[in-house]
């Protein structure tokens, strides 16, 4: 809904909506019957912001334990948001000693979101 409602009133395309967690779940059920942490695949959903919709990105094996297409790393997330809010992954800051850092080492928006 909240995507919809961006979208109705014309704000998406200034409106980034990132979805996502700290990390995936374990593809099998544990003895508690629950999922435990899973670091090496999760899904995040990107909406608005100036990216074109209506595509995935990516792909698990059919268990969704570990990608087998377009890995997405952190710092590529990082670089997707950065962008949408103006700034190039290769802007540099200053960092606490004063030497300059580029903001996301590393990072890049994947060309499906060019």
């Known amino acids: 809904m ?7 009133r014309g704000l998406l395309e200034d409106t980034l909506v990132v979805t996502a967690g700290e990390f995936g779940r374990t593809p099998r059920i544990n ?4 999922r435990d942490h899973w670091p090496q695949a999760q899904s995040i959903l990107i909406a608005g912001g100036g990216y074109p919709g209506g ?3 990516g792909s698990t094996n059919a268990k969704a334990e570990y990608p ?4 997405i790393s952190p710092a ?4 997707i948001i950065y962008r949408s ?6 802007d540099t800051i200053l960092d606490h000693s004063g030497r300059p850092t580029k903001l996301v080492p590393g990072g890049e ?3 499906e979101l060019a």
């Not at 087998?68 to 890995?71: E, G, L």
């Not at 809010?85 to 290769?90: A, R, T, V």
């Open 68 to 71: 087998t297409s377009r890995p």
């Open 31 to 34: 003895n508690d019957a629950g």
């Open 55 to 57: 595509q995935v990105i």
């Open 76 to 79: 590529d997330l990082n670089a």
């Open 109 to 111: 928006v994947p060309p």
């Open 2 to 8: 909240l995507i919809r409602d961006l979208a109705d």
């Open 85 to 90: 809010l103006g700034l190039s992954p290769d």
